[in-house]
């Protein structure tokens, strides 16, 4: 028989922004039903059931090795009894019966189905639940009243629903950084979110825009709105204002994880034959020809629409902007906890406020960020927490 494989020993931090975690990892068999529980609590507005879901899911994703056994996880943090009564069943029999009949039931796929529909939480979808209401269909067939977010979520569903690639994410990257810099030469572009993450697809794509002149970024948003509308590339837009100076309940502590930069949520128009436009020699991803030789993709549309997030901001708080819209969402949970928790600090998209101190700290590189709150750098790749 072969000798027993020995576990290596790891050192597990029990915060998420003291790990690296990469986007890639061996134990997705487990964190994928770990997070099924995750979104289910969240469905139901349990956000401490769901965070500890989720904080389970990402000590394993930052293990470097298969888990194959209980007694691999006796000296991990974070897993609760709950989590560790799941991880057995897979281990013992494959799957997860709280699992599998969470994935199936109806309830769970109506939240999937609703919550999908982009401009919908889970608090509306769970009111239509409660009507009887289980799908985009649905909502279009009894007449729902519906936002004007709602209203493009349901027009556009199957696309904005369709992940969004890379090479997707660098054409819109272009079209932004045309835009921007139209309406503002010297302004500075960064992709953030889960593709400077590393990911291969994402549900959107993020941007932080800023320039070095402080206050040249005042009033950004519209300017670049009005010349993506003027080109026709949007479908949809929702611009917020920078609220951030008129705030009264101190800049480092904003409401939830929502900050006040100038913003917007869009939808993008975006173009197939610009995304494939590179690539004519490679097989194309469309099936559909026509018979006058163009190609035709998404069911018989020349374009398709895609989720965008812009955010401005000024330049003396940019590197708190990029480590806040870098992600992930638990990675930004767990240093916000770090700071509070651990450092007596208060971090927020905007700025790092020192309690002890009185003051606060200045930074102008994500590294400096990290080391102010006394935690080792992670680079984005290693932030998939
Ligand atoms: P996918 O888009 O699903 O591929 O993943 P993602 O990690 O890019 O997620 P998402 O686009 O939802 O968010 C990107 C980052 O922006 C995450 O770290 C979020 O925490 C952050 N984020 C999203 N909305 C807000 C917000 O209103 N305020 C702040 N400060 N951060 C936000
Ligand atoms: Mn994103
Ligand atoms: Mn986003």
């Not at 729902?144 to 629903?161: E, I, M, P, S």
């Not at 949809?236 to 900050?259: C, H, V």
């Not at 993008?268 to 035709?296: H, I, M, P, W, Y």
């Not at 549309?301 to 330049?315: E, I």
Request: proline residues 4%.
């Amino acid at each position: 028989p072969k000798p027993t494989e020995v576990t290596p020993a790891v050192i597990m931090k029990s915060y998420a922004c003291q790990r690296r975690t990469p986007l890639k990892h061996h134990n997705s068999f487990l964190t994928e039903a770990l997070e099924i529980l995750a979104e289910n609590a969240e469905f139901s507005e349990n956000e401490g059931r769901s965070v500890a879901f989720r904080r389970s899911a990402s000590v394993l994703k930052a293990l470097p090795y298969v888990v194959r056994a209980m007694n691999e996880l006796k000296d991990l943090p974070c897993l609760g009894e709950h989590s560790l009564r799941v991880i057995k069943e897979i281990l013992e029999d494959g799957t997860s019966s709280e699992v599998e009949s969470t994935r199936q039931s109806e309830q769970f796929q109506a939240m999937k189905a609703l919550t999908g529909v982009f401009g919908v939480g889970a608090r509306t979808a769970d009111r239509w639940f409660r009507e009887g209401l289980r799908s985009p269909e649905d909502l279009i067939r009894t007449g729902q009243k519906l936002n004007h977010a709602q209203q493009a979520g349901v027009q556009y569903y199957t696309d904005l629903n369709t992940p969004v690639t890379e090479k997707e994410a660098m054409v819109i990257s272009d079209i932004v950084e045309k835009a921007v810099k139209a309406v503002l030469p010297g302004a500075i572009i960064t992709l953030t979110g889960g593709f400077r993450r590393g990911k291969e697809v994402g549900h959107d794509v993020d941007f932080l825009i800023t320039h070095p002149e402080e206050g040249a970024e005042e009033r950004l948003m519209p300017k670049i709105v009005n010349w993506l509308e003027d080109q026709g590339l949007l479908l949809y837009q929702k611009t917020t204002r920078n609220s951030y100076l008129e705030s009264k309940d101190g800049p480092a502590r904003p409401p939830s994880n929502m900050d006040r930069f100038e913003r917007c949520f869009s939808i993008f128009k975006l173009e197939q034959a610009q995304v494939n436009s590179d690539t004519r020699l490679e097989a194309s991803s469309c099936n559909f020809g026509t018979t006058d030789g163009t190609q035709e993709c998404h069911s018989g549309s020349s374009w398709r629409a895609v989720r965008v997030d812009l955010v401005v901001s000024p330049y003396s708080q940019f590197a708190f902007a990029t480590l806040g819209w870098t992600g992930s969402k638990l990675f930004e949970r767990e240093l916000r906890r770090w700071a509070g928790q651990e450092k007596g600090m208060s971090l927020s998209s905007h700025a790092l406020y020192d309690s002890k101190q009185q003051r606060y700290l200045h930074a102008i590189s994500e590294e400096d960020i990290f080391a102010h709150l006394g935690l080792e750098y992670i680079p984005p790749s290693e932030r998939n927490a």
